[in-house]
């Protein structure tokens, strides 16, 4: 079975400007979460899909944000990009919205802002 | 909101060393409990996870952890560590019934020498 895959691997990006990462998540898995890590503030997590819907979110600004589709494939976007969203953007993946489920992790998104 | 905090930030252990590694965490209601690692140039992975039962419970690689209510712990251990045990170690938790939301510590960095 194929793991979690998120798309592209590295970006660069400038201040101001706006990105769009990608994960796919594990076949049949209908949850998908996104996570931030960074040196200073280590793994936060940002939000949760669920059949399409947001069902959690974390604490960061509007300026993050997510969505996911029919076949549960999601995208984050960041807009207006600062220095401080430099960092590994984490996608995990679950069957379900019990919290008991094991969260499967893919390879990360590194996002460099110059 | 739930907190987790993981006393040792970098541990170094001669192999065949035992290994307590310690998590605490604050919330007032029911947690589900995770130890996940990062090996070097590697995805998170679930090492262990408790969410009712036996309060010891056993991982992957020999790892094992206890949960102490009382204590709001959940420490990690393993009797002997290996060369190969030298990554970065996790320990979160989230919500009981509130979704996959993971709130993580900041890692313990372990270092085995030969």
């Known amino acids: 079975k194929a793991g979690v895959t998120q798309t592209p691997r590295y970006l660069i990006k400038t201040r101001g400007q706006q990105v769009t990462l990608s994960c796919s998540p594990i076949?049949?898995?209908?949850?998908v979460s996104w996570y931030q890590q960074t040196p200073g503030q280590g793994l936060q997590f940002l939000f949760e899909?669920?059949?399409?819907?947001?069902?959690n979110k974390g604490n960061f600004p509007g300026r993050f944000s997510g969505r996911q589709f029919s076949n549960s494939r999601s995208e984050m976007n960041v807009s207006t990009l600062e220095l401080g969203d430099s960092a590994l953007y984490l996608c995990?993946?679950?069957?379900?919205?019990?919290?008991?489920?094991?969260?499967?992790f893919g390879p990360g998104t590194r996002l460099t802002v110059l | 909101a739930q907190s987790v905090s993981q006393h040792n930030h970098h541990v170094i252990l001669s192999e065949a060393a035992s290994l307590e590694l310690g998590c605490n965490y604050s919330?007032?209601?029911?947690?589900?409990l995770f130890w996940y690692v990062q090996y070097p140039g590697q995805h998170l992975q679930l090492l262990l996870k408790?969410?009712?039962?036996?309060?010891l419970v056993k991982g992957i690689k020999g790892f094992e952890a206890e949960f102490i209510k009382s204590k709001f712990s959940f420490n990690l251990r393993k009797p002997s560590v290996q060369w190969s045990d030298t990554a970065e170690y996790f320990c979160?938790?989230?919500?009981?019934?509130?979704?996959?939301?993971?709130?993580f510590g900041t890692g313990t960095q372990l270092k085995v020498e030969l």
């Open positions: 995990a993946s679950s069957l379900t919205l019990e919290g008991t489920d094991t969260q499967y």
């Open positions: 076949s049949g898995h209908r949850s």
């Open positions: 899909y669920f059949s399409e819907t947001q069902r």
């Open positions: 919330y007032g209601g029911t947690v589900n």
């Open positions: 408790y969410f009712s039962g036996d309060p």
């Open positions: 979160a938790v989230n919500r009981r019934g509130g979704g996959n939301k993971l709130t």
